[in-house]
T-cell receptor, first 113, second 113 residues
């Protein structure tokens, strides 16, 4: 029973490029959450999605960041025109239902040069 | 919104000792409190969680206590082992329909042999 999968595990981008982070939830899970972890900090909620719907994006920066969870395929967190401040670990979690336990993936560590 | 404070930020104990990590939260509507363990380079792993209808929960060497009146909850690890060394995060959510977790900043636990 595979857990939450994220790829790539490490991503290096130059300022101004785009970053695409992918998350495949656990089997049977249809709820996906994205969190960002800055060095020496806890995780900060960014966005919550169900299949084809964004339910809560209150933690997402208003510009350059977007997320989707299509009917088929993984959830994607997209960061356009990356800046150095975007360097962080991005974690995705999934759950069976909205109020159920969240299980985290291994994360994508984004470095912006 | 919710705010979670976690103490201490670092904790060093000898193998076999007990370790206690404490968290406070601000939103009285919060009713779900998970604890995650994060090892270096990995994603957070759920170790125990508690809902507001109980005051204590145990799982082998790990226990969590909740005081809703005082709005604080604690993680207790007994008979610590070197493999318990990691960063521990507490979190809280209101869990009304869906739960977006608010995390504390983490406690780095070091268990010395």
């Amino acid at each position: 029973n595979a857990g939450v999968m994220q790829n790539p595990r490490h991503l290096v981008r130059r300022r101004g490029q785009e970053a695409r982070l992918r998350c495949s939830p656990m089997k049977g899970h249809s709820h996906v959450y994205w969190y960002r972890q800055l060095p020496e900090e806890g995780l900060k909620f960014m966005v919550y999605l169900q299949k084809e719907n964004i339910i809560d994006e209150s933690g997402m920066p208003k510009e350059r960041f977007s997320a989707e969870f299509p009917k088929e395929g993984p959830s994607i967190l997209r960061i356009q025109q990356v800046v150095r401040g975007d360097s962080a670990a991005y974690f995705c979690a999934s759950s069976r239902g909205g109020a159920d336990t969240q299980y985290f993936g291994p994360g994508t560590r984004l470095t912006v040069l | 919104g919710e705010n979670v404070e976690q103490h201490p930020s670092t904790l060093s104990v000898q193998e076999g000792d007990s370790a206690v990590i404490k968290c406070t939260y601000s939103d009285s509507a919060s009713n779900y409190f998970p604890w995650y363990k994060q090892e270096l380079g990995k994603g957070p792993q759920l170790i125990i969680d508690i809902r507001s209808n109980v005051g204590e929960k145990k799982d082998q060497r790990i226990a969590v206590t909740l005081n809703k009146t005082a709005k604080h909850f604690s993680l207790h690890i007994t008979e610590t082992q070197p493999e318990d060394s990691a960063v521990y995060f507490c979190a809280a959510s209101s869990n009304s329909g869906y739960s977006t977790l608010t995390f504390g900043k983490g406690t780095m636990l070091l268990v010395s042999p």
